[in-house]
Nanobody, 118 residues
Framework: QVQLVESGGGLVQPVGSLRLSCAAS????????MNWFRQAPGQERELVAG????????SYADPVKGRFTISRDNAKNTVYLQMNSLKPEDTAVYYC???????????WGKGTLVTVSS
């Protein structure tokens, strides 16, 4: 019943753009902080970006600052990650993550693959 479903991944050339979406259902996602993580082949999972429940606090990992934008539309229960100026090192499986207040509960999507290659 609780679901986070990512979409928008695919193959893109360097310097291209993609927009990832994460559709939430089965829980009050508007009360949750939302994050995008990614995991490249053979590497550790890393936090890419986070946004607070009301959208007022946003953070980015250094490698994506100035290129990626996280946003949310609580009326649609959806979180987005706009990725511009993509680089081969952005290649990874991108995961949507939802965190309840005080981290009482946490949910994960199954991921969507982003491949940046010429």
């Amino acid at each position: 019943q609780v679901q986070l479903v990512e979409s928008g991944g695919g193959l893109v050339q360097p310097v291209g753009s993609l927009r990832l979406s994460c559709a939430a259902s089965g829980f009050p996602s508007s009360n949750y902080g939302m994050n995008w993580f990614r995991q490249a082949p053979g590497q550790e999972r890393e936090l890419v970006a986070g946004i607070s429940s009301a959208g007022g606090v946003i953070s980015y990992a250094d490698p994506v600052k100035g290129r990626f934008t996280i946003s949310r539309d609580n009326a649609k229960n959806t979180v987005y990650l706009q990725m511009n100026s993509l680089k081969p090192e952005d290649t990874a499986v991108y995961y949507c993550n939802a965190v309840a207040p005080f981290r009482a509960r946490e949910y994960w999507g199954k991921g969507t693959l982003v491949t940046v290659s010429s």
